[in-house]
């Protein structure tokens, strides 16, 4: 298996996490806010889910 498919695959899976967990958070049944001591919050999960996918589909883009 290639490089550019297994990390096609992983991001695939991790875009997939990513978005049931920002599902989850919309329906507050998971925290939707990092909370890092001594830093303002973190609103990642929608962005994070956008780069799994964008790099998921850059590595199963134009496969033989």
């Not at 958070?25 to 929608?46: D, K």
Request: no cysteine; net charge positive; hydrophobic share 60%.
């Amino acid at each position: 298996m290639s490089f550019r498919k297994r990390l096609a695959r992983v991001t695939f899976l991790l875009g997939v996490i990513s978005l049931v967990w920002l599902i989850f958070g919309i329906l507050e049944l998971a925290p939707l806010i990092f909370h890092i001591p001594g830093e303002t919050n973190l609103r990642t999960h929608a962005s994070a889910t956008l780069l799994f996918f964008l790099s998921a589909s850059w590595a199963f883009w134009n496969e033989k």
